[in-house]
């Protein structure tokens, strides 16, 4: 079966956009209109002819609507095989007209959850006859056609004005789109169910996302990939704007939600700034204002900083503007920007610019994903945070006020380096970071490198890490990596603590006049 001249029409949609004109497109072609309620108001409303389910079923509305479309004259006419004698035999014994094309969108399941409307309310916005006509028409698509998406309406009308009726390419392919479209509501409930009944991972767990682009490349120009959003109402890359620049690539959207994930761990009202690179920190620091904050952040890693993402916490002045810009900067991303800065930063139009509205929670709740051979792990997000109560003292000197702030700081930066992670850091910004190394030795030692370079690169006379605290996200299972921070120069460790050598290493540390605390919470980032 190739084309499919549409005699009889099914319109019932939640989504009223573009009803009308399809509607009027249709009648235009002579094709007979059946829908229900709001649906067939809008449409009566419009001077469209239109009929109602229940007078060509011959069966009225009930139980508020909730029964009205779910009747064999409807699904019979969606899934008999028009070749199929049996099947048109059966049609003209009981009455049952075809039904050639069907427009249907569900009941706002997801937007109703999402405005957080109580059980009851949700629950009547689960959709049952919908989802049974989709499944029903899409089944059938070798003679109707389904459309779930008010977007795919002009080019219905186009195929339909042009050819007299649709093709069996558009048919398979709007098929495909329904089924994904049920899958991903029946989704949505599953996980709503779950979360009343207080169960974290279910038997059976699915996951769905709306497609927003298809990437060029994946990591690699051999790979294939593209960027989904889930729903989640959360500031971020997939509810940014993108004011200017080049699409976004899979690299830089994932580097883009490192960096911003990274900065909303801090209070906004103390300016705050993140350079990532390949997923990692390379500078991050506050500062009285976000250009001050921006440049000691640079200061830490200048060379990496090229080509890196910057996340703010504020919004984007005008010298903070021309201070990035003097750096090559792959994307700016920040809740908001001003005029000026927007102007300045469009003299570099290959540049990203994005803003959020606001910074993402760092305690709101979600799952990860993270795909294995022959299945999948799923964890929730590390919403962990520690603050000073929850610091103990284990060495025979405790850490002055200056390095106690110092060691949160580092240790919420710890929380979103790779592991093994070892973060100095001094007078609120990063001074060296060691990051995704196999032993937390060479991360430690990597750090002090960084640290002595940058030194170098800004003109002083001794390493950053001179004074500095360091941070590391695990605990040290062996003296050395420590010991590799006091030859740094650092003078106070932050780490959570829980080795079988902890009494070893707090040994170390007293002998090395070092001050450390244990955090009790452990920060991997794999």
Aim: negative net charge; aromatic residues 6%; glycine residues 10%.
């Amino acid at each position: 079966m190739t084309k499919v001249t549409i005699k009889r029409a099914l319109l019932s949609v939640s989504d009223k956009a573009g009803l009308v004109d399809l509607a009027q497109a249709l009648a235009d072609q002579g094709v007979e209109i059946l829908s229900t309620g709001g649906s067939a108001k809008v449409i009566r409303d419009a001077g469209i002819p239109v009929k109602e389910v229940a007078d060509h079923t011959g069966f009225p509305e009930m139980m508020d609507g909730r029964v009205k479309t779910l009747h064999p004259k409807i699904h019979g006419g969606f899934l008999a095989l028009r070749d199929n004698a049996e099947h048109v035999k059966a049609m003209g014994e009981h009455g049952i007209g075809g039904i050639d094309l069907v427009a249907v969108n569900l009941y706002p399941f997801e937007a109703t959850v999402a405005s957080g409307a109580d059980f009851d309310t949700c629950i009547e916005n689960i959709d049952i006859g919908g989802p049974a006509m989709v499944r029903s028409a899409a089944k059938n698509h070798a003679f109707v056609t389904i459309v779930t998406d008010p977007a795919d309406y002009p080019e219905i009308i186009e195929q339909i004005k042009s050819e007299g009726g649709t093709t069996h390419e558009m048919r398979k392919k709007l098929a495909a789109k329904a089924y994904a479209r049920t899958a991903a509501y029946d989704t949505a409930i599953s996980q709503w169910y779950a979360e009343q009944n207080g169960v974290t991972f279910a038997d059976r767990s699915t996951f769905a996302g709306t497609k927003v682009q298809e990437c060029r490349y994946g990591e690699n120009p051999h790979q294939v990939a593209a960027f989904y959003k889930n729903g989640e109402d959360r500031p971020g890359i997939a509810t940014a704007v993108q004011h200017q620049g080049k699409e976004l690539s899979y690299n830089n959207l994932n580097d883009t939600d490192a960096a911003f994930e990274l900065v909303s761990e801090f209070d906004p009202s103390v300016p705050t700034v993140a350079i990532i690179k390949h997923a990692n920190p390379c500078g991050v620091a506050k500062g009285a204002t976000l250009k001050e904050a921006y440049e000691k952040a640079l200061k830490c890693d200048p060379v990496s900083a090229f080509g890196g993402i910057v996340a703010l916490n504020g919004t984007v002045d005008a010298e903070t503007a021309e201070g990035i810009i003097k750096v090559f900067t792959e994307v700016i991303i920040a809740p908001n920007v001003t005029d000026e800065a927007k102007a300045i930063i469009g003299a570099k139009k290959n540049l990203r610019l994005l803003t959020t509205g606001g910074l993402a929670d760092p305690t709101q709740a979600a799952k990860m994903v993270k795909t294995v051979a022959g299945g999948f792990l799923v964890q929730n997000r590390d919403t962990g945070r520690v603050t000073l109560d929850d610091l103990k003292v284990v060495t025979k000197r405790a850490p002055s006020e200056d390095e106690l702030k110092d060691m949160l700081f580092a240790f919420q930066v710890g929380k979103h380096v790779k592991s093994n992670a070892i973060v100095y850091v001094r007078d609120g910004m990063t001074v060296g970071i060691g990051a995704g190394q196999m032993n937390r030795r060479d991360s430690s030692r990597i750090a002090a490198i960084r640290a002595g370079e940058a030194a170098e690169m800004a003109g002083d006379a001794e390493s950053l890490a001179k004074g500095s605290v360091v941070a590391s996200d695990a605990f040290f299972p062996f003296a050395d990596g420590l010991l590799a921070a006091a030859e740094a120069g650092a003078t106070a460790v932050i780490q959570p603590g829980g080795s079988m050598r902890d009494d070893e290493v707090i040994k170390a540390a007293d002998e090395a006049g070092l001050a450390m605390v244990f955090t009790g919470m452990r920060h991997f980032r794999h």
